[in-house]
C-alpha cells in the first residue's frame, strides 16, 4: 500500500471492536504538522455508548497534539465496507469540523482501500457551526 494514510485506516479497521453491529470501520489522520493519527470504532453492549472511528482518530490526535497545527485536520481517510461508501455519521462530521477547515480533504475507502468517495469537509458539511460562531461574544 503505496498511501500511508490508506494503509494506516485500514491497519486501524483490522483493530475495530464491532461485535454488535459486525461493521468494522478504521480512520486515519494527517494534521498540518504532518502527524498521522488513526482510530477505529469501539462498540459496546449499550448501544449507545460506542463511538465511532473517526472519534478516536480525533481523540488521539488532540493527546499528542504539541502545538495548534498538530490538532488542524489537513486530511482524513475513512476506511469501511457496505454498498455505500463510508461516509462519515452526522456527529462524526461535526467532530470533524472542530478541527478541520472548509478545504479538509475527505477520502472514502471500500476494505481493500479502493477510493469510492472524495471530497472537501465543506462538501460534506455545508453551512456549519463552528468555533468562529463562538468567537467575539460578549
Ligand atoms: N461507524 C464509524 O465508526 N464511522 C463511520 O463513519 C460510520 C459508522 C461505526 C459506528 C458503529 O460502530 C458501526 O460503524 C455501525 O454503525
Given at each position: 500500500m503505496s498511501d500511508p494514510l490508506v494503509a494506516a485506516a485500514l491497519a486501524a479497521r483490522a483493530r475495530a471492536?464491532?461485535?454488535?453491529?459486525?461493521?468494522a470501520v478504521g480512520a486515519a489522520l494527517r494534521c498540518e504538522d504532518g502527524s498521522l493519527h488513526a482510530g477505529c470504532n469501539v462498540e459496546n453492549?449499550?448501544?449507545?455508548e460506542g463511538s465511532c472511528a473517526e472519534a478516536g482518530a480525533i481523540a488521539a490526535m488532540v493527546l499528542a497534539a504539541a502545538g495548534p497545527s498538530g490538532r488542524r485536520i489537513a486530511e482524513l481517510v475513512v476506511a469501511g465496507g457496505g454498498a455505500a461508501p463510508c461516509t462519515p455519521c452526522g456527529g462524526c462530521r461535526q467532530k470533524i469540523r472542530e478541527f478541520?477547515?472548509?478545504?479538509?480533504l475527505l477520502r472514502i475507502v471500500d476494505e481493500r482501500g479502493a477510493e469510492r468517495l472524495r471530497l472537501t469537509l465543506a462538501e460534506l458539511l455545508p453551512h456549519s457551526f463552528g468555533p468562529d460562531n463562538l468567537a467575539g461574544l460578549s
Amino acid at each position: 500500500m503505496s498511501d500511508p494514510l490508506v494503509a494506516a485506516a485500514l491497519a486501524a479497521r483490522a483493530r475495530a471492536y464491532a461485535p454488535y453491529s459486525r461493521f468494522a470501520v478504521g480512520a486515519a489522520l494527517r494534521c498540518e504538522d504532518g502527524s498521522l493519527h488513526a482510530g477505529c470504532n469501539v462498540e459496546n453492549a449499550a448501544y449507545p455508548e460506542g463511538s465511532c472511528a473517526e472519534a478516536g482518530a480525533i481523540a488521539a490526535m488532540v493527546l499528542a497534539a504539541a502545538g495548534p497545527s498538530g490538532r488542524r485536520i489537513a486530511e482524513l481517510v475513512v476506511a469501511g465496507g457496505g454498498a455505500a461508501p463510508c461516509t462519515p455519521c452526522g456527529g462524526c462530521r461535526q467532530k470533524i469540523r472542530e478541527f478541520g477547515r472548509p478545504d479538509t480533504l475527505l477520502r472514502i475507502v471500500d476494505e481493500r482501500g479502493a477510493e469510492r468517495l472524495r471530497l472537501t469537509l465543506a462538501e460534506l458539511l455545508p453551512h456549519s457551526f463552528g468555533p468562529d460562531n463562538l468567537a467575539g461574544l460578549s
